[in-house]
């Protein structure tokens, strides 16, 4: 049985529609991403699921609950953290997670958490005082200091450099090892490519795609692009001619190529037999945003 059901979940702000027929559920153990732009919904959806606003239409259910009518016994289950959460400058990371520690009937022991978030020289830093990356890190503290079995991380990554964010995308797998099950709101590809085991794509308040990122992906034209810097020139015809090369475009000096089927097996062959080497050469094959550009019509934009 899955531990959360969103069915036909509509919500909207005076005229502005924000979720139109939102359906979803998520399995216990695994991390859903909900992926989409800035504005498609994403947010409002969670905060229905996670009781903090009231649908206008529609059901949600988590661990078999309301959301709302059962507020108070799934705040002890559920652990959230917001994409605009702040804590007061001065309140030192220790004394936060203490504080929201004494929220709880059986909290996880702070310290602990502390250690195995890597804040542990931190304890006495006010908030003021931490990276971004650190910050994020605490958040995530925050959130399953409760200890619970479902954890809402919203827009967990925005704002952070490429090694914070890759060292919370660490931190993520490390929380759902432990058993917890993850509803991950994102817009970068990339983290919803590595952390998702399921993705429900939202755009314009509706679910567009429903499925892991290697389906989403399996669904677009089966196309390669190979990049590639000539070592001499050459009659683009060299690579045209060949039958599993669909297009040859120039660009300054660089080559791309695409085409399927064992396309760079028969290129890499051509140029070698006219002494050619190509040289920066790079593979590139369907991506996410690929997938998102597919199904919507237009390019998913960080």
């Known amino acids: 049985m899955p531990v959360i059901e969103v069915t036909s979940l509509h919500k909207r702000y005076g005229e502005t529609v924000a979720v139109r027929d939102v359906s979803?559920?998520?399995?216990a153990g695994e991390i859903f991403g909900v992926l989409g732009p800035n504005g498609a919904g994403k947010t409002t959806t969670v905060e229905c699921v996670a009781g903090l606003r009231v649908p206008d239409g529609g059901g949600v259910s988590v661990l078999g609950l309301d959301p709302r009518r059962d507020a108070t016994r799934l705040r002890h289950q559920v652990g959230?953290?917001?994409q605009e959460s702040r804590?007061?400058?001065?309140?030192?990371?220790?004394?936060?997670l203490t504080l929201y520690a004494s929220f709880y009937r059986e909290p996880a022991d702070p310290a602990q958490l502390l250690d195995e978030l890597g804040l542990d020289g931190k304890r006495d830093t006010p908030y003021e005082k931490l990276s971004g990356g650190q910050k994020q890190r605490l958040s995530i503290a925050l959130a399953l200091v409760g200890n619970p079995r479902i954890a809402i991380l919203d827009e967990l990554t925005t704002g952070l450099d490429p090694q914070a964010r890759r060292d919370t995308w660490g931190l993520i797998e490390r929380v759902r090892d432990r058993g917890v099950t993850i509803l991950l709101v994102t817009h970068f590809m990339e983290e919803a490519e590595r952390l998702?085991?399921?993705l429900a794509v939202i755009d314009k308040g509706r679910v567009v795609a429903l499925d892991s990122p290697a389906g989403l992906v399996s669904t677009v034209t089966p196309e390669q692009r190979i990049r590639f810097r000539p070592s001499a020139p050459f009659d683009d015809r060299l690579l045209t001619d060949l039958p599993q090369v669909t297009a040859v475009t120039r660009s300054g000096s660089q080559i791309l190529v695409t085409g399927t089927g064992e396309v760079l097996h028969a290129v890499t062959s051509v140029l070698a037999r006219h002494q050619i080497v190509a040289?920066?050469?790079?593979?590139?094959?369907?991506?996410?945003d690929d997938a998102f550009v597919e199904l919507t019509g237009r390019r998913f934009v960080d």
Do not use: I
């Open 279 to 288: 040289a920066d050469l790079r593979l590139e094959q369907a991506t996410l």
């Open 24 to 27: 979803f559920d998520v399995e």
């Open 80 to 82: 959230v953290q917001l």
């Open 87 to 96: 804590l007061p400058d001065r309140l030192r990371v220790a004394e936060a």
């Open 196 to 198: 998702c085991d399921r």
